[in-house]
């Protein structure tokens, strides 16, 4: 009886101690429930309770803690998590340098214009909700749903980069559109200055024009933003990291829609900074002028040949400083159907069309020189003593080797001919004698004459403050020999010793060296800017003249050619300029092409000739003969220089 009294006692006083237990916890933890503690109590026992307990206790006591790191510890930068919510970082956009000419008149500026764009991180997260928007913003706008679509999600839609979907809109449409899209999650009408360029020939290959940045860009620049514009071509491409302002900020609150409640006044705000202007040594008046010179130069070679002249191209450089005063290549285009996005219509229409417009002939054309390089075959053989000034004779019609006949252009075996009269006459039995040997005078050959091609520039860029400027070519033994697997024959070193052959040049490469005779030997860097002006006023930087080499000739020697060149116009070839007010050394050229189909008219000359100032080349692409077509051109442009010269 007294064990099971006291297994009863014992039994009874568990119950208790379960009931309080049961109570206790009751009380602290209303969320179990009896029937809960009661399977603890059965399965567990009173210890695993105790554990339950004091679990229970350490995470409630972890959460209290938690909270209080958040709000108290944590609660400056959470704030600011929280308010990036509603609260948005905008870019405040730079306006972009302006480009003028040496006067100060505007060549590109920015005017006031609308975009449509997009935050896509704001657009709806469904899709077909996605999609009604894309249809409403279709429905306003006159794009078709797919347009919207792609643009809006050209760059991903969680991005948080503004995207532009429509360019160039008007102020008044701006306002009636801005009405439209308000509630459409993401789309908002932004301000965007777009560029505005001078419609004046040949402009164009020169300025350039700007262009949407493109993945490929965003790869190889640093700083820009899927909605910015950057410098695609000419001087907007060589001096972008001038021309490019620096964004600046401002913060902005938005609704859970993305659309502007209002701006924020912050210390973090900046304001932009406008990109550096660009003043060029273009002389605008001078590059109108030129450009109608040329044009009509171009007419005149169509009467004369009969046949299609598909373009030229005129520079016009100071001889002592390498100053590009004016360059035009025609045709051109409007480079201001860039300025927002040019339609597939219009890009298709310039790049398919033959005459090439887009082709800068000034820069990027190659074409054989003719008999405008003989300047530097006479400099060639009277600095190597292979003729002197008084070297002469009499030169036969043509030079017959074998079966082959080099002929002149015309009959001069009626007179005893020295260099200077061989460029004045343009001679051509001469210089082939120079170039490869006939009678008494030995000849260059190929290696002297490359190098002297060389000397003068050609066969190399000019590093002219443009991009994608060319070579040309020299050609020479073992290119032959490479390529053609042929060897080098005599015929190919007449053919280059006036002109023709593989021989090829750019227009820039001739001005540069026809200032070689005219400044007293040096090989200058022709350059487009003069300075470049920040948004103050003040100059950032200033362009020196750059001489790239001298010193390769004699005085003696630029003398003779410079006496040639004169003689060229006084009695010479381009007799038609010798009834100018002032005084012009020169040197006509009409290069074969195409198998001797067509003719290249070239016209090289400086002036005054007795203390020269600029330097003039004339192409007229497939134009005839130079002293016909080229040369008059060049008369013209002089003509208005020299009137109203500065």
């Not at 503004?162 to 908002?188: C, P, Q, R, V, W």
């Not at 001889?319 to 860039?338: C, K, R």
């Amino acid at each position: 009886m007294d064990i099971f009294g006291n297994f009863s006692a014992l039994r009874g006083d568990k119950e208790k101690r379960t009931i309080q237990q049961k109570e206790d916890l009751e009380f602290s933890y209303g969320d179990i429930t009896n029937e809960a503690i009661c399977k603890i109590e059965d399965k567990t026992g009173p210890k695993s309770v105790i554990v339950l307990k004091l679990t229970i206790i350490i995470l409630f006591c972890i959460a209290i803690l938690r909270l209080f790191f958040i709000q108290v510890v944590e609660g400056e930068a959470n704030l600011q998590l929280a308010e990036g919510n509603r609260i948005r970082p905008r870019l405040i956009e730079a306006n972009r340098g302006q480009i003028y000419d040496s006067s100060g008149i505007w060549l590109a500026r920015n005017q006031a214009s609308f975009a449509l764009a997009v935050y896509p991180s704001d657009m709806p997260r469904n899709k077909a909700e996605r999609t009604n928007s894309y249809q409403e913003i279709a429905d306003v706008t006159g794009m078709t749903l797919e347009e919207v679509r792609t643009e809006s999600e050209k760059n991903g839609i969680s991005s948080l980069d503004e995207t532009l979907i429509k360019e160039n809109i008007s102020h008044d449409d701006a306002l009636l559109l801005e009405e439209k899209i308000a509630g459409i999650s993401g789309f908002y009408i932004a301000e965007k200055p777009i560029r505005e360029y001078k419609l004046s020939p040949g402009l164009p290959h020169l300025i350039g024009y700007t262009g949407i940045v493109s993945q490929e860009d965003l790869k190889n620049t640093v700083g820009y933003y899927l909605s910015d514009r950057i410098g695609k071509t000419a001087l907007e491409l060589e001096y972008e990291s001038y021309l490019k302002g620096i964004h600046g900020i401002e913060q902005i609150e938005v609704d859970s829609k993305g659309n502007i409640v209002k701006v924020l006044v912050k210390d973090e705000n900046k304001e932009p900074t406008p990109g550096n202007d660009l003043v060029l040594n273009i002389d605008l008046g001078l590059q109108e002028k030129t450009a109608e010179a040329l044009k009509a130069g171009m007419e005149s070679g169509k009467t004369l040949t009969g046949q299609e002249v598909t373009g030229g191209a005129v520079i016009v450089m100071n001889v002592n400083t390498g100053a590009i005063l004016s360059m035009v290549s025609l045709p051109d285009y409007n480079n201001n159907l860039f300025a927002s996005r040019i339609s597939t219509v219009d890009y298709q229409t310039l790049t398919n069309d033959p005459s090439l417009p887009m082709f800068n002939r000034s820069l990027k054309g190659t074409y054989p020189p003719g008999s405008i390089s003989k300047i530097i075959m006479a400099s060639a053989g009277l600095q190597e003593g292979t003729i002197d000034k008084n070297t002469s004779m009499v030169t036969p019609a043509a030079i017959l080797i074998g079966e082959y006949t080099f002929p002149d252009w015309k009959d001069h075996s009626y007179e005893s001919t020295n260099v200077e009269r061989a460029i004045a006459e343009s001679n051509n039995v001469f210089f082939y004698s120079l170039g490869g040997g006939f009678d008494k005078i030995k000849g260059l050959g190929i290696d002297k004459i490359k190098k002297y091609w060389q000397l003068f520039g050609l066969g190399q860029k000019t590093e002219i403050d443009l991009p994608a400027e060319a070579s040309g070519f020299l050609p020479d033994a073992e290119w032959k020999k490479r390529v053609k697997n042929e060897p080098w024959y005599i015929g190919d070193t007449y053919h280059v010793s006036i002109g023709q052959g593989d021989l090829l040049v750019t227009p820039l490469q001739m001005v540069r060296a026809t200032a070689v005779v005219a400044n007293g030997g040096k090989l200058l860097q022709p350059q487009l800017v003069k300075k470049i002006v920040n948004n103050s006023g003040n100059v950032v930087k200033t362009f020196e003249p750059i001489i790239q080499s001298s010193n390769f000739l004699d005085a003696s020697v630029l003398k003779t050619v410079a006496e040639g060149m004169r003689l060229t116009i006084t009695e010479g070839s381009a007799r038609n300029l010798n009834d100018l007010p002032f005084t012009v050394a020169g040197k006509t050229g009409t290069a074969q092409f195409l198998n001797n189909e067509k003719t290249h008219a070239w016209f090289e000359c400086y002036a005054p000739y007795e203390n020269p100032e600029i330097a003039i080349v004339v192409l007229v692409d497939g134009g005839g003969g130079g002293h016909e077509i080229a040369a008059p051109v060049a008369k013209d442009i002089m003509s208005y220089y020299f009137a109203n010269k500065k």
